[in-house]
């Protein structure tokens, strides 16, 4: 049916769970990464490019293979992104991708297309960072956050700066990279929608409450608990109107903090599959990885595909104290409960890597909260 090949940047979890989307289509999928990333694990043919996906000449020689090429991360050379989109689909386009990287950027961008964000300090080239930081505590009081513009993922890159006594610890941590600083959200609740953008315009996914802990997601939960369905909606117009600034196709993840006052304000975006949105796999008809590879090759998506079925928890599995930790929790989720569960392949564990994820559907979110109990305690016993 499908002839096209997509080539993606990337072959970790996301680009895994995107073959395994692809696979039911018949379409092929070129992944340029290391050998046996997650994602060439589960796709055998010869099209697969061995390098980074911050090399420019491997992401040519990936151009050249593939009819349409996507990411399933945004830490890419979107220099050659941009060469090779004359010759060949870049979906999104490498210029949202440009934006969306630079997290400074991206909010700047946001703000021009008056979407609510936090409001932030340009830290660069501020040749004394430890007065700098003390002039935004001035400013936005304690704590703020201090951020890398680039290279973030999983916290890696955020340092809450809680009083003027953390202001060399946070400079020690993060004063070799491209900085901002952001005025604390006081949030009472995270809330996140994958939304998807077609040649047709912008559809979305429900709203979720997201739970992070040590600034990395742990728990998503669909619906989000406690919160109106207006509240809800809004926040699919808030991420819809948000995506709707950015040129080209696929998924977007819109990660968001609902207020004390039940303002919405967006966190950041992530241009392609999130884990705010793993939960769609099991708890919609259409997952986030199927959206995302029709948005991109214009095949259909019928709009109620993306409903929830049923109230959903998921809940993710990081790398513990020993190597095995995550298998232990992934066999107990086998054996007490009727959830799906996810390994990713990643081989090693290391504390605090993502190493799968578990989504326990149930008629209702009271009932999922029940079932899932013994695996989050079990995770949190696993932290010691
Ligand atoms: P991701 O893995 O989602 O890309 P990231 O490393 O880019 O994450 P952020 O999304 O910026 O990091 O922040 C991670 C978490 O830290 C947020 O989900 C939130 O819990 C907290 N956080 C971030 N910014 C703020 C802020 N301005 N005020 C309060 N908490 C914040
Ligand atoms: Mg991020
Ligand atoms: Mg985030």
Same mark, same amino acid.
């Given at each position: 049916? !499908? ?15 995107l073959i395994e ?9 070129? /992944? ?5 990333s ?5 796709s ?8 980074s996906? =911050?090399?420019? =000449?491997k992401? =040519?020689?990936l $151009?050249?293979s593939?009819?349409? /090429?996507?990411? !399933?991360?945004e ?7 941009e060469?090779v989109?004359?010759? /060949?689909v870049? !979906? ?9 990287k ?5 909010? !700047?961008y946001l ?5 609510? /964000? ?8 501020? $040749?004394?960072?430890?007065?700098a ?7 936005f009081? &304690?704590?703020?956050?201090?951020k ?6 999983d916290?890696?890159?955020?340092f ?8 060399p ?5 993060l ?9 604390w ?5 995270e809330?996140?929608?994958m ?22 997601? =742990? ?17 699919q117009? *808030?991420?819809k109107?948000? %995506? ?5 196709k ?7 903090f609902? *207020? ?8 950041e975006?992530?241009?392609r ?5 793993? &939960?769609t796999?099991?708890?919609?008809k %259409?997952?986030? &990885?199927?959206?995302h590879?029709? $948005?991109?090759?214009? %095949?259909p998506i019928?709009?109620?595909? *993306?409903e929830?079925i049923?109230?959903?928890?998921? *809940? ?5 104290q ?7 929790i ?6 007490k ?6 390994? &990713? ?8 890597r993502?190493m799968?994820?578990?989504?326990l559907? $149930? ?5 999922a909260?029940?079932? %899932? ?12």
């Amino acid at each position: 049916m !499908e002839k096209r090949k997509v080539g993606v940047l990337g072959g970790g979890q996301l680009g895994r769970m995107l073959i395994e989307a692809a696979n039911r289509l018949n379409i092929q999928v070129n /992944v340029l990464d290391i050998d046996k990333s997650p994602a060439k694990q589960i796709s055998s043919h010869d099209g697969h490019i061995t390098g980074s996906f =911050k090399d420019a =000449k491997k992401v =040519k020689e990936l $151009a050249e293979s593939s009819d349409v /090429v996507t990411v !399933e991360i945004e830490h890419v050379d979107t220099q050659m992104l941009e060469e090779v989109s004359k010759d /060949v689909v870049v !979906e999104p386009s490498w210029n949202t991708l440009r934006i969306i990287k630079d997290k400074f950027a991206q909010k !700047e961008y946001l703000k021009e297309h008056s979407i609510a /964000v936090a409001e932030s300090l340009d830290l660069e080239g501020k $040749a004394d960072g430890d007065q700098a930081l003390r002039d935004v505590g001035r400013e936005f009081g &304690y704590p703020f956050m201090l951020k890398s513009k680039t290279e973030a993922y999983d916290g890696k890159g955020n340092f809450a700066v809680m009083t003027e006594e953390d202001v060399p610890a946070a400079i020690k941590s993060l004063g070799a990279r491209p900085l901002y600083a952001e005025k604390w959200a006081d949030f009472k609740m995270e809330l996140a929608v994958m939304v998807v953008k077609t040649k047709d315009g912008v559809l979305t996914f429900p709203t979720v409450e997201t739970v992070h802990e040590d600034s990395i997601c =742990k728990l998503t939960y669909a619906p989000p608990r406690g919160v109106e369905r207006a509240t809800q909606t809004r926040a699919q117009e *808030l991420a819809k109107k948000a %995506i709707a600034a950015f040129e080209g196709k696929g998924v977007f993840g819109v990660e968001m903090f609902l *207020l004390k006052d039940d303002s919405l304000v967006v966190n950041e975006i992530a241009p392609r599959p999130h884990n705010s949105g793993h &939960y769609t796999i099991e708890a919609c008809k %259409i997952s986030q &990885y199927q959206a995302h590879l029709r $948005a991109i090759l214009d %095949i259909p998506i019928v709009p109620e595909g *993306l409903e929830l079925i049923q109230p959903s928890i998921m *809940l993710n599995i990081l790398g513990g104290q020993t190597t095995d930790s995550h298998e232990k929790i992934a066999s107990l989720a086998l054996e007490k409960t009727t959830a799906s569960v996810h390994l &990713y392949g990643k081989g090693d564990a290391r504390p605090g890597r993502k190493m799968g994820h578990i989504t326990l559907l $149930a008629s209702t979110m009271a009932e999922a909260e029940r079932q %899932i109990q013994p695996l989050i305690d079990a995770v949190d016993n696993q932290k010691g």
